[in-house]
């Protein structure tokens, strides 16, 4: 028996919110006094598979087939499947992002399991098998109980502080028979998007919103970012605007962050906005507006506008 743990990569690095999920799958089978076990597939060198029993996994089950360098929801969830058969799997982790959300309602309803997405607590068994996460867009916290012998854990990135041990997993070639209809959604082109630091990875953020005025004015933005050595976002109606790419827009119907710091510059905190950023460590509003509603949520508050905020911020980053 073992606890399984999807663990995704980019063209062969393993991502850093993916050690997370090993580290969180290895406490848990502690708890349960079994081992964890990474599943991870596509082009990845030895070393870095080696690595992951740093973070916790005994074992890794590597499937080494180029096609799955790409996200294919079928043929992954034969993967986690097989994976979880063979280990005899209590409990299945994966990361609360797409490609998690992609794939484990599918394995769940193979494996007649209850799921829980957008996990922020460790299972407390006490009672059952209770574990938190976030409710209505962040506003709230739900505890989940989940009763099916088997379970699917969806971890919110950023929840856990990363620790690494000594220690090296043992790698197992792991074979899994595909079928055409696994690759049914082909890949004909992929955009490599160059910046300083993958949003999805960011542990610093600095956003901008509408009260930037206009595409313009980023340089500001990105002179802040490129200080901190963080990545940049912005709200809907900028990506909307076409001020920025649509992969850069954070909230409801954009990407989840969950970063060590954000700064927004000129975004009104609107509900939608906050959904995707609310789960920050610390939240800094710079806003000229005192009424603004980001002020809330925030730790830290500048009331003042953002063309000279910015700046002034940008050179006080850089004497340190
Ligand atoms: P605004 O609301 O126009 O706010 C601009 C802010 O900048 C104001 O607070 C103003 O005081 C301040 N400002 C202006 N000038 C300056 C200055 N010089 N210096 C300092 N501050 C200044 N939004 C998202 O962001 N993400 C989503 O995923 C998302 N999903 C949505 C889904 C649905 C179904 C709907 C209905 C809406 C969604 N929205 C989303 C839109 C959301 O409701 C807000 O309209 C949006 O977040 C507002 O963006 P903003 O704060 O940049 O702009």
Excluded at 19 to 41: D, F, M, N, P
Excluded at 96 to 125: C, E, F, M, W
Excluded at 130 to 145: L, P
Excluded at 298 to 313: C, F, K, S, T
Aim: charged share 20%.
């Amino acid at each position: 028996m073992s606890v399984i743990v999807l663990v995704e990569h980019t063209a062969g690095t393993i991502k850093k919110k993916s050690l997370e999920a090993v580290q969180y799958a290895s406490e848990i089978a502690k708890k349960l006094g079994t081992t964890a076990t990474a599943v991870i597939a596509g082009k990845v060198e030895e070393t870095e598979l080696k690595n992951l029993g740093g973070y916790g996994a005994q074992k890794v089950l590597y499937v080494a087939d180029d096609r799955l360098n790409e996200l294919h929801a079928r043929a992954f969830t034969r993967v986690l499947v097989a994976a979880a058969k063979q280990e005899n799997s209590p409990i299945i982790v994966a990361l609360h992002d797409v490609n998690g959300r992609a794939i484990a309602p599918r394995v769940a309803i193979q494996l007649k399991a209850g799921l829980i997405s957008g996990a922020l607590s460790y299972p407390d068994t006490d009672k059952g098998f209770i574990v938190k996460k976030s409710a209505f867009s962040g506003k709230a916290f739900a505890f989940v109980n989940v009763n099916s012998d088997v379970k699917v854990i969806l971890l919110a990135p950023n929840s856990f502080p990363l620790v690494k041990a000594d220690g090296e997993a043992v790698i197992e070639n792991f074979n899994v028979s595909f079928e055409d209809k696994d690759f049914g959604i082909k890949v004909k082109s992929v955009d490599v998007i160059t910046g300083e630091v993958p949003l999805s990875d960011a542990e610093l953020v600095v956003s901008g919103g509408r009260g930037m005025k206009g595409p313009e004015n980023w340089g500001l933005i990105e002179d802040l970012a490129h200080a901190l050595g963080a990545a940049t976002a912005c709200s809907r109606p900028v990506a909307d605007s076409g001020w920025r790419p649509h992969h850069e827009h954070v909230g409801q119907t954009g990407g989840t962050i969950r970063p060590n710091l954000y700064i927004a510059a000129g975004i009104s905190g609107a509900i939608q906005h906050l959904a995707g950023v609310s789960g920050s460590k610390t939240i800094v509003v710079i806003n000229k507006d005192p009424e603004a509603p980001f002020f809330k949520a925030a730790n830290y508050g500048i009331v003042g506008d953002v063309m000279e905020v910015l700046p002034r911020l940008t050179e006080a980053v850089k004497k340190f």
